[in-house]
C-alpha cells in the first residue's frame, strides 16, 4: 500500500506549509502528492511549484473540476506538466456538485451526471493519446463544437504538444454506487473522498470488478496524537463543512454518502444546524464513531492496529490529509 499527501486546497493565502510537507514527503518515500480547488485556488498552479522543487514523488489532482475547464483544456495542463516534471502526472478529475457548478462557474449542473463524466473523460483521453483529431459528438461535449450558435468553421484538431506518456493515468472522484461502478470501467484509479475499510458495501459491488493495475486512494485524514478526541477534531470539522455546506439541502452528494454509511439521521442534522448558522453545533453534531472509521488517528500503536483494516481492503494508496511532518514520518515507519 503506498503513501500519498493530499494537500488539499489554500483557504485565505497560500499555505506556506504545503511544499515543506511535500518536500519531506519525498524525502520519506512517499509516493505521490496531491492538490484540490474549490472556489479559490486552482490545482493546477500550486502542483506545478511543488513539481519544480521535486525530483521523484509523483504529482495529482484530487481533484481538478470539470466545469472549471473544457477537457481539451485539462488534457492541455497535463499534458504540460507531465512534460515539466518528467512524466510525474497523475489527473484526477471530479464533476462536483449543483452548489459549485452553477453557482461558481455559471454552468448548468448536468441532468445526467454519469453521461457528462463519460463524455468529458472520453475526449480527455482522446487529447492525451494525441492518435488523431480530437472528435467528438456526444449530449454534453461536441468536437468540434456543433451547436445551433456556433459558426461552422470548427476543424477537428489533435495537440501540437506530443505526449510524453499517451497513457497517462485518469483518475476520477466519485461518491455513488452507480458512479463509482462506471470509474471502475473507464479510468485507471477512485479517489474516494471518505472511505470506511469496514463499509465497503456503501459503494455497491463495483470495486470486485476492479482490474489490475487500478488505483483506489482514498483520501484519509490522520494525525499521530494522544487524545483522540482532541484529533478528531478537525476531521469532524471538515465533514461538517461538507456535508453541511458543501451542497445543497435537496441534493449534497457527501450527505448522501454518510446516510449509506450509517449515518443517514446525524448527516440531516448535521446539514439542520449548518443551514440555520449553527456551524459549531453542526461540527459537534457529527459522530465521532463516523469521523473515527474514516480516518488514521490517535496515538502510534492505534493507528498501526487500525492500518490492518485498511490494508485488508482494495486500498491501493493512502493520501493523507491534514498532516504534520511527525504524521508523515510515523505513517512511512509503519508501512514500510
Request: hydrophobic share 45%; proline share 8%; net charge neutral.
Amino acid at each position: 500500500m503506498r503513501l500519498g499527501l493530499a494537500l488539499g486546497y489554500w483557504g485565505r493565502g497560500p499555505d506556506p506549509r504545503h511544499l515543506e510537507l511535500a518536500l519531506a514527503a519525498e524525502r520519506l518515500g512517499y509516493d505521490s502528492v496531491w492538490t484540490a480547488e474549490a472556489w479559490g485556488s486552482d490545482a493546477f498552479t500550486p502542483l506545478t511549484w511543488i513539481a519544480a522543487r521535486t525530483r521523484r514523488i509523483r504529482l495529482g489532482t484530487a481533484v481538478a473540476q470539470m466545469a472549471a475547464r473544457s477537457p481539451t483544456a485539462t488534457a492541455m495542463h497535463a499534458l504540460t506538466l507531465d512534460h515539466l516534471s518528467g512524466g510525474r502526472m497523475l489527473l484526477g478529475l471530479g464533476l462536483s456538485g449543483p452548489q459549485v457548478v452553477e453557482g461558481w462557474y455559471g454552468r448548468p449542473f448536468p441532468r445526467s451526471p454519469l453521461t457528462a463524466t463519460r463524455e468529458y473523460v472520453a475526449v480527455v483521453r482522446q487529447a492525451l493519446r494525441r492518435a488523431g483529431p480530437v472528435e467528438f459528438e456526444g449530449r454534453f461535449h461536441s468536437h468540434p463544437y456543433a451547436g445551433p450558435d456556433g459558426t461552422g468553421l470548427g476543424k477537428p484538431l489533435k495537440p501540437i504538444l506530443h505526449p510524453a506518456r499517451p497513457d497517462l493515468p485518469v483518475l476520477l472522484g466519485a461518491e455513488g454506487p452507480k458512479n463509482v461502478a462506471q470509474t471502475v470501467r473507464i479510468a485507471d484509479g477512485w479517489l474516494p473522498l471518505y472511505w470506511s475499510p469496514t463499509r465497503p458495501e456503501a459503494y455497491g459491488d463495483a470495486l470486485a470488478a476492479i482490474p489490475p493495475g487500478f488505483m483506489v486512494a482514498p483520501l484519509v485524514p490522520a494525525a499521530v496524537c494522544d487524545d483522540l478526541a482532541e484529533g478528531l477534531l478537525p476531521v469532524k470539522a471538515m465533514l461538517g463543512f461538507y456535508v453541511g455546506g458543501m451542497g445543497h439541502g435537496r441534493r449534497n452528494f457527501h450527505a448522501d454518502l454518510m446516510a449509506r454509511m450509517g449515518y443517514g439521521d446525524e448527516a440531516r442534522r448535521v446539514q439542520e444546524l449548518f443551514a440555520s448558522g449553527r456551524r459549531t453545533d453542526a461540527v459537534n453534531a457529527v459522530p465521532d464513531a463516523f469521523a473515527d472509521e474514516i480516518s488514521l488517528v490517535g496515538p502510534r500503536e492505534r493507528i498501526a492496529e487500525r492500518l490492518v483494516l485498511w490494508r485488508a481492503g482494495p486500498v491501493t494508496d493512502l493520501l493523507v490529509t491534514g498532516v504534520d511532518e511527525r504524521t508523515l514520518r510515523v505513517l512511512a515507519e509503519l508501512t514500510s
